[in-house]
């Protein structure tokens, strides 16, 4: 397997811009986490998903941050307006099993670079 | 779910020599997890000790869980300049199991 594939690697744009990221979780998981990672506040949860369903969406900063898996093979992460504090390393994983009851390991994609100018 | 806090916040040591980070917890677990993240790259599972034991090994890496502290330990030996990395702790409380990282332990090993 691929593993999860997130796009794209790198991003780079101004204030005000709609960012929309993606990821692609592993065959099989049905469980899908979207984790923000800075040097101030480290690696923060945001939403996770199981069987396509949002669960938890109490780790997105705000209103201008909305998730969507619209199937089990492909999820998005839309920021509209970004603004230069949304500037992080955006981080997606998936896992077998449900996230309510599954002790498997997660896996994550190699991350999206975003810079808000 | 809960958070670990992983400690020390930073750690460096000579190639060959041993690195122990540490892992401390508020409440009661059912397991814990411990992961790497090399420099620019995602998060990568290594270990999983469940609450009821003591200590678990995989390859040059020792965990150990104590409860009754709440907290965990993390050991690499003879360490590797590869070994170079963040690590992160995972505890798994209750019934859902949403993993919650804290800063991790950025471990420097000079060759």
């Known amino acids: 397997d691929a593993g999860v594939i997130q796009s794209p690697r790198h991003e780079v744009t101004e204030m005000g811009q709609e960012v929309t990221l993606r990821c692609k979780p592993i065959?099989?998981?049905?469980?899908l986490f979207w984790y923000r990672q800075t040097m101030m506040r480290g690696l923060e949860l945001l939403i996770y998903?199981?069987?396509?369903?949002?669960?938890?969406d109490s780790g997105m900063p705000e209103d201008r941050f909305s998730a969507k898996m619209p199937n089990a093979s492909f999820s998005t992460l839309k920021i509209q307006p970004s603004e230069p504090r949304d500037s992080a390393v955006y981080f997606c994983?998936?896992?077998?099993?449900?996230?309510?009851?599954?002790?498997?390991?997660?896996?994550f994609g190699e991350g999206s670079r975003l810079t808000v100018l | 779910s809960q958070q670990g806090e992983e400690d020390p916040q930073a750690l460096s040591i000579q190639e060959g020599e041993n690195a122990t980070m540490n892992c401390s917890y508020k409440?009661?677990?059912?397991?814990l997890q411990w992961y790497r993240q090399n420099s620019g790259r995602g998060l990568v599972h290594l270990i999983l000790?469940?609450?009821?034991?003591r200590e678990k090994h995989s390859g040059r890496l020792r965990v150990t869980l104590d409860t009754s502290k709440k907290s965990s330990s993390l050991l690499i030996t003879a360490s590797r300049a590869a070994d170079t990395a963040s690590y992160f702790c995972a505890p798994q409380s209750g019934g859902s199991y949403i993993p919650t990282f804290g800063r991790g332990t950025s471990l420097i090993v000079h060759p």
């Open positions: 000790i469940r609450s009821n034991e």
């Open positions: 409440t009661s677990i059912n397991n």
């Open positions: 994983a998936s896992s077998a099993g449900q996230a309510t009851f599954n002790t498997g390991e997660l896996f």
């Open positions: 065959s099989g998981h049905n469980s």
């Open positions: 998903f199981n069987n396509n369903v949002p669960i938890d």
